[in-house]
């Protein structure tokens, strides 16, 4: 693979690992801040409570980890050790 083209994929993992971070963080934000207001909501839409709420938000950010770290953040660092081997 060309030097050009695998610093373009690792430039492109991580900034998708990035983008990935805020939006979670987002997501984090709105859900503290607003948990009264729509766990009420979920609660009487979906017959579930609170606690059943609580263990699928944290199961969420879970998700989210797993994804942004595993799928992102691990091609990035290793493309970042490839790119850095083979400095021309």
């Not at 030097?3 to 991580?14: D, S």
């Not at 934000?29 to 766990?39: D, P, R, V």
């Amino acid at each position: 693979m060309e030097h050009a083209k695998i610093i373009f994929l690792r430039n492109v993992f991580f900034r998708a690992f990035v983008v990935g971070v805020l939006f979670a963080l987002i997501f984090l934000i709105l859900t503290l801040a607003l948990w009264n207001t729509w766990a009420g909501w979920a609660v009487h839409l979906f017959t579930i409570d609170e606690k059943d709420l609580g263990r699928i938000v944290l199961e969420f950010f879970t998700h989210v980890r797993i994804v942004l770290v595993f799928f992102f953040l691990v091609p990035a660092i290793a493309l970042h050790w490839t790119v850095k081997r083979q400095r021309p």
